[in-house]
């Protein structure tokens, strides 16, 4: 079975740091664009952050940049999202998703294969 499991949500406080992972089961990351998307409570979902299959480029939403960063390790089948700087705002759920190009990273629709979310709770 092809899979993402998002893992390393929970409620914290603002400020501070959280990293959050993606792994990949019966599906090689390496083959893939990684993204990830979050998406709040009556909102739509809205990209995060993206990476190269190689990591050699990654693109960040503006919203987020100097805060977070992704990052892949594609021996261990994983990409993260490192949080730093938390704000009540950034309150959702995360998704990682697999994409075969780089035509549009930031749009949900190029995306073949999503996890299942991992909910990040950030009290002010």
């Known amino acids: 079975q092809v899979q993402l499991v998002e893992t390393g949500g929970k409620l914290v406080q603002a400020g501070g740091s959280l990293t959050l992972a993606c792994a990949g089961s019966?599906?090689?990351?390496?083959?893939?664009?990684m993204g990830w998307f979050r998406q709040a409570p009556g909102k739509e979902r809205e990209f995060v952050a993206a990476i190269g299959r190689s990591a050699t480029s990654a693109i960040v939403e503006d919203s987020v940049k100097g805060r977070f960063s992704i990052s892949r390790d594609n021996p261990k089948n994983t990409v993260t999202l490192q949080m730093n700087s938390r704000k009540p705002e950034d309150t959702a759920a995360y998704f990682c998703?697999?994409?075969?190009?780089?035509?549009?990273?930031?749009?949900?629709?190029?995306?073949?294969?999503w996890g299942q979310g991992t909910q990040v709770t950030v009290s002010s």
């Open positions: 019966g599906l090689t990351i390496s083959n893939y664009y």
């Open positions: 998703a697999a994409t075969y190009t780089s035509r549009s990273l930031s749009d949900t629709s190029e995306y073949v294969t």
